[in-house]
Nanobody
Framework: QVQLQESGPGLVKPSQTLSLTCTVS??????????WSWIRQPPGKGLEWMGL???????YYSPSLQSRTYISRDTSKNQFSLHLSSVTPEDTAVFYC??????????WGQGTQVTVSS
């Protein structure tokens, strides 16, 4: 059974960098052919895919967020992380990590609320 758990601060100030970590259990993040994604849902809006890091360490980002987004991983801890720079209150959302496979997402974390406010 694959489990994902998001962690990180619940409050970030405007212009700072938001950093979240997803800890994965039950499957190595280097195991092929999976990819590990970050997805967010602003209040009252739909889900927005932000980017992913694949089993082979390749990264892909949403074009609308690419200039501010960086995804990294720590294979020794089986974790991957999201870094979103220059945040504004419009970046307030519930952030999810999820495993991507065959065009969909088959395992999700429970989500973590991040509020951008001074």
């Amino acid at each position: 059974q694959v489990q994902l758990q998001e962690s990180g601060p619940g409050l970030v100030k405007p212009s700072q960098t938001l950093s979240l970590t997803c800890t994965v259990s039950g499957r190595s993040i280097t195991a092929g052919y999976y990819a590990w994604s970050w997805i967010r849902q602003p209040p009252g809006k739909g889900l927005e895919w932000m980017g992913l890091i694949a089993y082979d360490d390749k990264t892909y980002y949403s074009p609308s967020l690419q200039s501010r987004t960086y995804i990294s991983r720590d294979t020794s801890k089986n974790q991957f992380s999201l870094h979103l720079s220059s945040v504004t209150p419009e970046d307030t959302a519930v952030f999810y990590c999820a495993r991507a496979f065959s065009g969909g997402f088959d395992y999700w974390g429970q989500g973590t609320q991040v509020t951008v406010s001074s």
